[in-house]
């Protein structure tokens, strides 16, 4: 049995050509359907992102703000 050289992928097949097939058909078309899937996941994520940033922006700054804050007091630890 050839298994799909992808490792996320189970698909097995019990030759090489048709393996290769899959792997062609599948994997490398970005077009096919899993990629297509994937991409739209993708999209999705980055837009929900982006709403989240629109809808709060100084969420961000404050998460900025508290790394800062981290930052120095691990300075200050440091020059003890
Ligand atoms: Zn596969």
């Not at 929900?48 to 629109?54: H, T």
């Given at each position: 049995m050839y298994s799909c050289s992808y490792s996320w992928?189970?698909?097995?097949?019990?030759r090489k050509d048709?393996?290769?097939r899959?792997?062609?058909?599948?994997?490398?078309k970005p077009d096919?359907?899993?990629n297509r899937k994937l991409e739209k996941k993708r999209m999705e994520d980055e837009a929900?992102?982006?709403r989240l940033a629109e809808v709060n922006p100084s969420a961000g700054v404050a998460r900025f703000k508290?790394?800062?804050k981290k930052k120095k007091s691990i300075s200050r630890l440091a020059n003890r």
């Amino acid at each position: 049995m050839y298994s799909c050289s992808y490792s996320w992928c189970p698909k097995k097949f019990p030759r090489k050509d048709s393996r290769n097939r899959h792997e062609k058909l599948v994997h490398e078309k970005p077009d096919s359907r899993l990629n297509r899937k994937l991409e739209k996941k993708r999209m999705e994520d980055e837009a929900k992102a982006r709403r989240l940033a629109e809808v709060n922006p100084s969420a961000g700054v404050a998460r900025f703000k508290s790394m800062l804050k981290k930052k120095k007091s691990i300075s200050r630890l440091a020059n003890r």
